[in-house]
């Protein structure tokens, strides 16, 4: 007995492991070196696998998987396969795609506490911090033939003043800025439960690096999640879930007036969206080709190319989806992240729970501008798949057990 007690408290460890392990290999398909080639995807599916294997070993827990879950998997990957087979796109970029889904919205959630993962990226997400500070004042730098920062310098918001964008190891201040908009919602956790200098610190240095990257969207997304945390804390859980609505309806309105600039207020807005409404019409109408399945998990860059005049990602998650999965998929994926939103907001709260929320609403946002999608091997679709399925967990428990959960 003894010794399982101690094979079980090591397989613990192992799975604590696993996770932080699979998130740093996620960091390295963003890296200036390791970005085009196979090895951080060979280490992010490694990871993956040996989550699963420690799972089923050691915690053995029963795993439900509510069904508009079940089909949202199914029919987000189902595209990807029928693609493979009619049109000859690789087919390990299909298998790839639904295992890390699995793995990071179902496995992780049901092994992990969420407290050891708002720790993890609150950490992470400040020393990444302290390796770019320098690079902001410097510029650019080559280490070992690598490059390390932006090349160029921005005029930041508010200050007024010409500084390189912050982005650490990665190759875009964009990409980096969703890990420390993880970091510094995590951070707001561990300010809430343990209020002293050092969580305090830790919020500010998140909160500054978040706004070093210049990334339009992650700022907002942060301002929000920020106020919406001192709702929660000041005014309690039911006004939180109201203006979480509202905040959801005023944010449609706007984008679809920002997008399609409909009479009057063509001629009243002036919101730069640095090409990205251009980008997203030309997304459209090459959707429109091949609408039911779409074009699989390619290089979405070329085929967009010939309608915008320019190769370009569709910077948009959700379009992004629709184009590679069609109808079938993309319909599905708005369902993985809306159902889970919208249900939670029926759960009673607690800290850990608005957290959780917090951190999946702000990545649903920043979703609308970049180019991530859940399923991915990078940090930011790690992160995204974690954070949708704790919330997914959640409403899972609570629909079974009909009471608050904590973990």
Not at 311 to 333: C, D, K, Q, V
Not at 362 to 371: T, Y
């Amino acid at each position: 007995m003894k010794g399982y007690e101690e094979d079980l408290e090591q397989g613990n460890k192992y799975i604590k492991i696993m996770p932080l392990l699979l998130l740093l290999c996620s960091l390295l398909v963003y890296t200036e070196k390791l970005s085009n080639t196979s090895i951080p995807t060979i280490f992010v599916i490694l990871s993956s696998i040996a989550i699963f294997i420690l799972y089923t070993m050691y915690v053995g827990q029963y795993v439900y998987i509510p069904l508009f879950l079940l089909f949202g998997i199914i029919l987000t990957s189902l595209p990807l396969f029928l693609n493979s087979l009619i049109y000859d796109v690789e087919i390990h970029r299909a298998i790839i795609r639904t295992l890390t889904i699995v793995i990071c919205m179902i496995f992780i959630p049901y092994s992990i506490t969420r407290e050891y993962i708002f720790n993890v990226l609150s950490k992470i997400s400040a020393i990444s911090i302290a390796f770019g500070i320098p690079l902001v004042f410097i510029g650019q730098i080559s280490i070992l033939g690598a490059e390390f920062g932006w090349p160029r310098k921005v005029d930041f918001l508010i200050i007024s003043t010409e500084l390189y964008p912050l982005q650490s190891f990665y190759t875009n201040p964009n990409f980096f800025s969703i890990l420390i908009l993880s970091g510094l919602i995590s951070t707001l956790y561990l300010v809430y439960i343990n209020p002293n200098v050092s969580t305090l610190f830790l919020l500010v240095w998140n909160g500054m690096g978040l706004y070093l990257t210049q990334s339009r969207t992650a700022i907002v997304a942060g301002i929000i999640s920020i106020i919406l945390f001192m709702v929660f804390k000041f005014l309690g859980g039911f006004i939180f879930k109201a203006l979480i609505s509202i905040l959801s309806i005023i944010m449609a309105t706007g984008i679809f007036i920002i997008v399609y600039q409909p009479t009057p207020f063509d001629t009243m807005l002036t919101v730069n969206l640095t090409g990205r409404r251009d980008i997203w019409f030309a997304s459209w109408v090459v959707f429109l080709d091949r609408p039911l399945i779409g074009y699989g998990p390619v290089g979405l860059t070329q085929i967009i190319e010939p309608v915008l005049g320019e190769p370009s990602p569709p910077h948009n998650s959700y379009l992004r989806m629709f184009l590679e999965t069609g109808l079938i998929g993309g319909l599905a994926y708005l369902g993985i992240i809306l159902i889970p939103l919208i249900r939670h907001l029926a759960i009673p709260y607690n800290i850990t729970t608005v957290v959780s929320y917090l951190l999946a609403f702000s990545i649903a946002i920043a979703m609308i501008f970049e180019n991530f999608v859940i399923g991915g091997v990078g940090s930011s679709s790690v992160i995204a798949g974690i954070a949708f399925g704790y919330l997914i967990k959640d409403i899972s428990h609570n629909s079974h057990e009909g009471e608050k959960y904590e973990g």
